[in-house]
């Protein structure tokens, strides 16, 4: 299912569409994996947009609501972003109230990043937000198709 057209993603025409999931990159799994990428954050971004949050941002929110105490370091490493964008994405959620650097006492020269109350108050709907769009954008497989897709894009991303 795709999503509805966006101003970074408008619809495209059909008869070309279908013309073009015909072509050789349609069958290539990078591509193929790339799109859906795109598909999905496209999807959460919208149902993110009224908790003021991205995909990004979700993310970071996400993983320091995990209780693991990652660094920046590591939130950077994880989600494969620069340090100066894993930066200012915490520079506003920091200014949000959403979350917190604290010194970290393995190695006082890096910082780990926790939630506050009400970054995980703000996490726990966003995230139902995610579910949703999960649900939309997947909703054409079967349960155990969901269950394997996941574990074979773990295989691949980890």
């Keep these: 299912m795709t999503p509805s057209p966006t101003a970074d993603h408008p ?28 598909l999905g954050s496209s999807m959460a971004n919208q149902g993110l ?14 993983v320091a609501c995990s209780g693991t105490g990652p660094t920046q370091r590591e939130l950077g490493d994880l989600l494969r972003m620069k340090p100066s ?3 200012a994405i915490l520079d ?13 006492p393995r190695d006082r020269r890096s910082k780990i990043v926790a939630p506050t109350g ?9 995230k139902a937000a995610v579910d949703r769009a999960a649900e939309t954008s997947l ?10 897709l996941a574990r074979l894009l773990r295989q691949v991303a980890f």
Excluded: N
């Excluded at 070309?16 to 349609?26: M, Q, V």
């Excluded at 947009?49 to 996400?62: M, Q």
């Excluded at 506003?92 to 970290?104: F, H, K, P």
């Excluded at 909703?139 to 394997?148: N, S, T």
């Design 92 to 104: 506003e959620l920091e200014q949000r109230g959403l979350v917190e650097r604290r010194a970290d």
């Design 139 to 148: 909703g054409a497989l079967r349960p155990q198709d969901r269950e394997d």
């Design 118 to 126: 009400r970054g995980r108050e703000l996490y726990a709907s966003a």
């Design 85 to 87: 964008q894993t930066v």
């Design 11 to 38: 619809e495209p025409a059909p008869d070309g569409f279908t013309r073009l999931t015909e072509i050789d990159l349609a069958a290539e799994p990078i591509f193929l994996m790339a799109r859906a990428a795109a």
């Design 49 to 62: 947009a009224p908790f003021g949050l991205k995909v990004r941002s979700y993310s970071i929110l996400a």
